[in-house]
């Protein structure tokens, strides 16, 4: 089993920026990467970004490469979201997830963490 907890998410203003965290623990070991999703309201679960869990290597949706980093302090089990220039429609529940294979798709996540929500006002 791993465990995931988030935190970080709040309500900031267009322009201003956040850094999510999700701490992992327990079976760490068989992790294959770290995704963060989102969910707007009314939308379906986006991918966001993900992190190799052991060689570190990232990738991005398409759109978020720029304004959204992905990084992971390793002695903490962290991985972090950092979002820059934040717009009112990144305003959604962001979620991380662990698989233990290599898949994007969120049906394909292991586990998941409880999720933080990040409100964004013009």
């Known amino acids: 089993q791993v465990q995931l907890v988030e935190s970080g998410g709040g309500l900031v203003q267009a322009g201003g920026s956040l850094r999510l965290s999700c701490a992992a623990s327990?079976?760490?070991?068989?992790?294959?990467?770290i995704a963060w999703f989102r969910q707007a309201p009314g939308k379906d679960r986006e991918f966001v970004a993900s992190l190799n869990w052991r060689s570190g290597d990232t990738f991005y949706r398409d759109s978020r490469k720029g304004r959204f980093t992905i990084s992971r302090d390793n002695a903490k089990n962290t991985v972090y979201l950092q979002i820059n220039s934040l717009k009112p429609e990144d305003t959604a529940v962001y979620s991380c997830?662990?698989?233990?294979?290599?898949?994007?798709?969120?049906?394909?996540?292991?586990?998941w963490g409880q999720g933080t929500q990040v409100t964004v006002s013009s």
């Open positions: 997830a662990a698989s233990l294979r290599p898949s994007l798709r969120d049906i394909d996540q292991d586990y």
């Open positions: 327990g079976r760490t070991f068989n992790i294959y990467h």
